[in-house]
C-alpha cells in the first residue's frame, strides 16, 4: 500500500503540479533547450508513476495479475492468497483504463502524421526545388511562409514572398532557425506530447505541456540561429516575416500567438545572456530524478512481492 | 512508389494546364512529350486512379470512357495548401513549426482572400473547416 500511496504522490507531484509550475516560470524563457528537457523529464515521470500504478494494481496481491502467476507457479508450489472476483475486477480496471487512454493517443497520432503526408503531396504539386540551398523548396506566393518538413529528406519550403523580404544574412538565420528544429527533432517531440495530451488532458501537466513546448521550440531555434547570424539579424528577419503587422489590417494572429512572437523579439533584442552551468546542472539533476524515482518506487515495490511468496 | 512522385506530379499538371477534363490516351501523350523515359497506359491509369482516391482528381464517365479532371484549379490548390501552411495543417494537431507565427485558419483564408483580389472567392473555402 505504501508504494501505492507513493506512486500516487508522484503522479499527482509531476502530473498535476510541476507542469503549472515550470509554465509559470521565467528561467525556461532563458533556457529553452533545458527547458524542453525539463518538460520531457516531467512528463515522463508521470507517465512512469502511472504505468507503475497500473502494474500495482493488476500484480498486488488480490490482483487478476497476480492470480495469474499464482495459477501458473501451483504446478511448482501450492499457495494461495485472499483473493475474489470482486478484487480481480478492481485490480483489471487501471489496466483497461490505460489501455483505452493509449488507443486515444495512437489513434490521434496517425491522425495527425496522415494530416502531414496529405500536405506534402499536395506541396509536391506546386513546388520547386531552389537553385541555391539543396534542402528548400519554393512555393510561388506572395505570402511570407516559412516551415519545415520532418520526414526522411529533411525538407524547408519557402515561399517566393518569404524569398524576397529577406536578405541574405536574415535568410541565412531563418534556415538555421528551421534546420535546428529539424536536427532537435522539434517534430516528434510535439506530435508525441500533442498524442499524449488526446489521451492526459486532464492532468494539468500535459495541458500545460500542449501549451508551453511549442513556444519554447521555437526559442530555442532562435537561439541556434542566433548563435550562427547574430539576434539581431533573426529578430528582423522575425519582423519581416510576421504576417500580422502588414498593412492588410485587422487580420493580427490570436492573442497568444501574438505574444509569444512578441516574447521572441524581447529575448532576442534584450541581449539577455543565457545562464551558465548551474541551471544546468539543476534542471539536470531535476529531469533525471522526476524519472529515477517513481522507477525506483515501482521496483522497490516488485522486490516485497517475491513472485513464490 | 518512388517513380510515382514525378508521374503524379506530371499528371496534375497536365490537367491543370489542360484546363478540360482528359482521357487516360490524351493525359498519356501530353504526359510523355515531355518526358524522358514514357510511361505507359496502365501506369498512367493507376497513378490517376490513385490521385482520385486521395483527392486531388476527380473521375467522370463520358461515353464509355474515364475522364479525368482536377479537384481544384492550380491557384485554388496553392491557396489551399497556404491556408494549411500558414494556420498548421490541423486545426486541432500540432502546428508546423513555421517561422514566424501560427494563425487562425479563418484569417488565414482572409488573408489569402484580399491578396488574390479576385472576384471569385473559391468554392472550395467553405468545406476546409471540416476537421
Not at chain 1, 494530416?115 to 534542402?135: I, N, W
Not at chain 2, 514566424?100 to 491578396?115: F, G, N, S, V, Y
Request: aromatic share 4%.
Amino acid at each position: 500500500m505504501i508504494s501505492i500511496a507513493a506512486l500516487a504522490a508522484i503522479a499527482l507531484l509531476l502530473g498535476g503540479a510541476a507542469g503549472p509550475v515550470l509554465a509559470r516560470g521565467r528561467w525556461p524563457l532563458r533556457l529553452p533547450g533545458t527547458a524542453i528537457a525539463a518538460w520531457l523529464g516531467v512528463l515522463a515521470g508521470t507517465l512512469a508513476a502511472l504505468t507503475g500504478l497500473v502494474a500495482t494494481a493488476l500484480f498486488g496481491r488480490a490482483g487478476l495479475g497476480h492470480h495469474v502467476i499464482e495459477w501458473l507457479l501451483n504446478y511448482l508450489k501450492h499457495h494461495k492468497h485472499p483473493s475474489s472476483d470482486t478484487t480481480y475486477l478492481i485490480s483489471v480496471l487501471p489496466l483497461a483504463a490505460a489501455l483505452g487512454l493509449t488507443l486515444v493517443a495512437a489513434r490521434r497520432y496517425r491522425r495527425t502524421i496522415a494530416q502531414r503526408r496529405h500536405h506534402r503531396e499536395a506541396l509536391g504539386f506546386v513546388t520547386h526545388p531552389s537553385r541555391d540551398f539543396p534542402d528548400v523548396r519554393l512555393i510561388d506566393h506572395p505570402m511570407p511562409v516559412v516551415y519545415c518538413l520532418p520526414e526522411r529528406d529533411r525538407q524547408i519550403v519557402m515561399s517566393s514572398g518569404a524569398l524576397h523580404r529577406l536578405d541574405a544574412a536574415e535568410l541565412q538565420a531563418v534556415l538555421s532557425h528551421e534546420r535546428a528544429h529539424l536536427d532537435k527533432r522539434h517534430h516528434l517531440i510535439l506530435t508525441l506530447i500533442d498524442a499524449a495530451g488526446a489521451a492526459l488532458a486532464w492532468l494539468p501537466s500535459f495541458r500545460a505541456a500542449r501549451d508551453r513546448l511549442p513556444p519554447l521550440a521555437e526559442m530555442a531555434a532562435d537561439d541556434e540561429a542566433a548563435r550562427n547570424t547574430g539576434p539581431d539579424v533573426v529578430a528582423a528577419a522575425l519582423r519581416k516575416l510576421a504576417i500580422a503587422p502588414c498593412p492588410a489590417g485587422g487580420l493580427a494572429a490570436g492573442p497568444a500567438d501574438r505574444s509569444v512572437l512578441a516574447q521572441r523579439l524581447a529575448r532576442l533584442e534584450g541581449g539577455n545572456p543565457p545562464h551558465g552551468t548551474y541551471a544546468h546542472l539543476l534542471s539536470g539533476t531535476a529531469i533525471a530524478l522526476s524519472i529515477i524515482i517513481p522507477v525506483v518506487v515501482c521496483a522497490a515495490w516488485a522486490d516485497a512481492i517475491p513472485l513464490f511468496c | 512508389m518512388a517513380i510515382a512522385g514525378p508521374l503524379e506530379r506530371a499528371i496534375m499538371e497536365a490537367l491543370w494546364d489542360a484546363g478540360e477534363p482528359l482521357v487516360v490516351r490524351v493525359l498519356m501523350e501530353r504526359i510523355n512529350a515531355e518526358a524522358t523515359r514514357p510511361s505507359a497506359y496502365t501506369t498512367v491509369q493507376t497513378v490517376a486512379d490513385r490521385l482520385v482516391h486521395k483527392g486531388f482528381l476527380v473521375r467522370t464517365l463520358d461515353r464509355n470512357a474515364y475522364r479525368y479532371a482536377p479537384t481544384r484549379s492550380r491557384g485554388e490548390h496553392v491557396a489551399e495548401v497556404m491556408v494549411e501552411a500558414l494556420a498548421g495543417v490541423s486545426d486541432r494537431g500540432p502546428a508546423l513549426a513555421r517561422f514566424a507565427e501560427t494563425i487562425d485558419p479563418q484569417d488565414a483564408h482572409r488573408l489569402l482572400l484580399e491578396l488574390a483580389q479576385r472576384s471569385r472567392p473559391g468554392p472550395s473555402s467553405a468545406g476546409d473547416d471540416e476537421p
